[in-house]
Structure formats: structure tokens, C-alpha cells
């Protein structure tokens, strides 16, 4: 299963709209608006695929120097628990560390505190509400 960082705007990028549209936003009611898709020109996108099926995705969204979010993960519902989303989290990491990074953080939706815990992300703070549903900030030294 290759893992590898793709362009914006590019056809693997309009790829990982639809895949993260399907299981991350239409379940809810929502889209995304072009101004959201052209802030992501200058993240790091990555993508696991099968020849041209991207399987599933992941951004790291630059806060400072030092730390990178990461946003919109998600793998095709038939494929979770299939380790796609493990190798994706080590990717992305392996991504960070490279290029200097010594924190990832994120806004983990609650039902998927549990995966990340397993890679040692760990709660902070209170829960909220982000995109109609019940969130935690996690984080992770790297």
C-alpha cells in the first residue's frame, strides 16, 4: 500500500475531497467551501492508495515552527481496522519529524479517541463541540 504526500488542486487531491466529503462531512449535513479548500494549499497532504483508489487520507496543517494539526483523517468505511489509518499516523509522523516538527496536535472527534491513543496521543483539556459532534484536543511529542 503506497503512502505518499500529494499536490493541491491536483487529481489525487480531488480524490481525497470526495473521500473526506463522503465519510467526514455529507454524514453530517455538511460541505466544504472553496475558501476551507484553498487554505489547504500549503499543508502537507498525505494519501494511502491501491494503484489509483486513494484508500484513505490525512492533513498536517503547519500551527507554528514547531507543531503541526492534524486534520481530516479518514479511511473508506469498508477498510477501517485494516491498518490503513496506523500506517497513515506513521507516515504523517515520520513526515513531521523530517522536516523538524516536535509536536503533533489535533481536534480527535470522541469515538475516535481510542485509535489515536494507541500511537500515545494523549487528551487535553475538556470536551467540545466541533462540526455538530463531541471533540477532544490530543496531542503528541514526536
Given at each position: ?21 463522503k465519510m467526514l462531512r455529507t454524514p453530517l449535513g455538511l460541505s ?39 486534520r481530516q483523517m479518514a479511511v ?67
Amino acid at each position: 500500500m503506497p503512502l505518499k504526500q500529494i499536490i493541491h488542486g491536483g487529481s489525487d487531491y480531488k480524490k481525497m475531497v470526495a473521500l473526506r466529503a463522503k465519510m467526514l462531512r455529507t454524514p453530517l449535513g455538511l460541505s466544504f467551501s472553496k475558501l476551507e479548500l484553498d487554505k489547504e494549499e500549503n499543508d502537507l497532504l498525505i494519501a494511502a492508495f491501491d494503484e489509483d483508489e486513494m484508500l484513505g487520507c490525512c492533513i498536517l496543517t503547519k500551527v507554528d515552527e514547531h507543531i503541526l494539526r492534524l486534520r481530516q483523517m479518514a479511511v473508506k468505511d469498508n477498510l477501517q481496522g485494516k491498518g490503513i489509518g496506523a500506517a497513515i499516523i506513521l507516515f504523517g509522523e515520520n513526515l513531521a519529524r523530517d522536516k523538524g516538527y516536535k509536536k503533533i496536535t489535533m481536534h480527535a472527534r470522541n469515538s475516535a479517541i481510542g485509535f489515536y491513543e494507541k500511537f500515545e496521543y494523549k487528551v487535553i483539556g475538556n470536551e467540545f463541540e466541533e462540526v455538530k459532534l463531541p471533540h477532544h484536543i490530543m496531542e503528541k511529542m514526536l
